[in-house]
């Protein structure tokens, strides 16, 4: 089984910046890719930003050029770094494991919410 806990949500203001970190442990066999997901009310979830084993990146349209994903392998744990905060950003903001290996599954956290004042 493996474990993802989030941190760094919370209330700010339009215009402000949030960084959000998951650490990922367990039984975890392959690097796979980690990212960020996010479910605004009565909304479907999100991609917000992955990065794979590789360090390729994906980011949604409405993040890019205020978001910045990144990882440190060796510690599996994810960052997301949230510039310019909009009110439309808030949501609750999930962690994602994606392992390769013996198969591929998707592992969640539990989600920390992220609220974003005008």
């Known amino acids: 089984q493996v474990q993802l806990v989030e941190s760094g949500g919370g209330l700010v203001q339009a215009g402000g910046s949030l960084r959000l970190s998951c650490a990922a442990s367990g039984s975890i066999f392959s690097v796979g890719s980690m990212g960020w997901y996010r479910q605004g009310p009565e909304k479907q979830r999100d991609l917000v930003a992955t990065?794979?084993?590789?360090?390729?990146?994906k980011y949604a349209d409405s993040v890019k050029g205020r978001f910045t994903i990144s990882r440190d392998i060796a510690k599996m744990t994810v960052h997301l770094q949230m510039n310019r905060l909009k009110p439309e950003d808030t949501a609750v903001y999930y962690c994602?494991?994606?392992?390769?290996?013996?198969?591929?599954?998707?592992?969640w956290g539990q989600g920390t919410q992220v609220t974003v004042s005008t």
């Open positions: 990065m794979s084993s590789s360090g390729n990146t």
């Open positions: 994602s494991y994606t392992r390769t290996w013996p198969s591929n599954y998707d592992y």
